[in-house]
């Protein structure tokens, strides 16, 4: 079967350190993956996509790696800041048609000072 | 700015209401989407629609229907209401259509109560 997997213990992590989350899969060939940033009580924010032929991409402070052969894309938030904590869910493309996802449960970080 | 809203941010049913949630979206997108979020297992989808009228079934809509008359607004009826449909509820709208670029953009969500 399907699944999309993500750490569900909370990852906490002290200010200026660099945060690693792990997405891995099973049964998808997703031509994409994105990153999505979600506050409590409130909707997912995208935040990066990457594609299957694409090793490595940034944004900011962001870096997002995506292995087709492993299966899994890391997602790493450097010099993290508290304004950082939040859950983070990774996001695959179903490859059939509509812009369907298929999302992970998401990983909590939370940043101390 | 983009923008998707939800009509309701908290709502409190009791068992066999019908229910309805309303979203909006101002990006002239095809497609809109939706979800419910619950611990643990994530966003799963419950319906979509492509077009105005057509609707699609997601991965969970045992329990649900869905209207979508104007291009801008999808409806999530809960038909008769029932105690395990207390979730977080959210809509999105992904961007253009592109099969290849498929950003979901959400709106805020209802948290919906069924008593």
């Known amino acids: 079967s399907q699944k999309i997997e993500q750490n569900s213990e909370a990852l906490n992590i002290q200010e200026g350190k660099t945060a690693t989350l792990t997405c891995n899969y099973t049964n998808y060939s997703p031509a994409y993956l994105q990153w999505y940033r979600q506050d409590p009580g409130r909707g997912p924010v995208f935040l990066l996509l990457?594609?299957?032929?694409?090793k490595e991409k940034r944004k900011e402070r962001l870096k997002v790696t995506f292995d087709t052969t492993l299966k899994q894309s890391l997602f790493h938030i450097t010099a993290s800041q508290p304004a950082d904590s939040a859950t983070y869910l990774c996001?695959?493309?179903?490859?059939?048609?509509?812009?369907?996802?298929?999302f992970g449960a998401g990983t909590q970080v939370v940043v101390t000072p | 700015d983009v923008k998707v809203t939800q009509s309701s941010r908290y709502l409190v049913k009791r068992t066999g209401e019908k229910v309805f949630l309303e979203c909006v979206q101002d990006m002239d997108h095809e497609n809109m989407f939706w979800y419910r979020q619950d611990p643990g297992l994530g966003l799963r989808l419950i319906y979509f629609?492509?077009?105005?009228?057509?609707?699609e079934k997601g991965d969970i809509p045992e329990g649900y229907s869905v209207s979508r008359e104007k291009k801008e607004r999808f409806s999530l009826i809960l038909e008769s209401a029932s105690t395990n449909q207390t979730s977080m509820y959210l809509c999105a709208s992904p961007t253009t259509g592109s099969l290849s670029t498929d950003t979901q953009y959400f709106g805020p969500g209802t948290r919906l109560t069924v008593l």
């Open positions: 990457i594609r299957e032929n694409e």
């Open positions: 996001a695959l493309d179903e490859s059939d048609s509509w812009g369907k996802l298929q």
């Open positions: 629609s492509y077009d105005v009228k057509m609707k």
